[in-house]
């Protein structure tokens, strides 16, 4: 069965770190491209990051960039966000999304395959 799951979500408070976790299991990772997702209560789905099949190639949202950072495993088939410097703003359920693909419509949801259950990110004092 075809799986990614994330993790590593949870309580922090602005200005603090995580890093969520995206694992892959019935199918190797090596072969997509993955894409980090956001969808706060009452908005859009909302992509984040992407990080090519590679490794080599990466795309930040505006609102993320220098602050987080995508990278990945192969040999763990696991991709990892390294979120920075949190702000109230960052709060929502966070996605990993995996496309066969990799290219400039990375911010579109319709382009991805697999998808995982999500996990709850709250920034809050």
């Known amino acids: 069965q075809l799986q990614l799951v994330e993790s590593g979500g949870g309580l922090v408070q602005p200005g603090g770190s995580l890093r969520l976790s995206c694992a892959a299991s019935g199918f190797t990772l090596s072969y997509y491209a993955i894409g980090w997702f956001r969808q706060a209560p009452g908005k859009e789905r909302e992509g984040v990051s992407c990080i090519s099949n590679s490794g080599r190639s990466t795309n930040y949202a505006d609102s993320v960039k220098g602050r987080f950072t995508i990278s990945r495993d192969n040999a763990k088939n696991t991709v990892y966000l390294q979120m920075d410097s949190l702000k109230p703003e960052d709060t929502a359920v966070y996605y990993c999304?995996?496309?066969?693909?990799?290219?400039?419509?990375?911010?579109?949801?319709?382009?991805?395959?697999?998808w995982g259950q999500g996990t709850q990110v709250t920034v809050s004092s």
């Open positions: 999304a995996a496309d066969i693909s990799y290219g400039s419509r990375w911010k579109s949801p319709y382009e991805y395959d697999y």
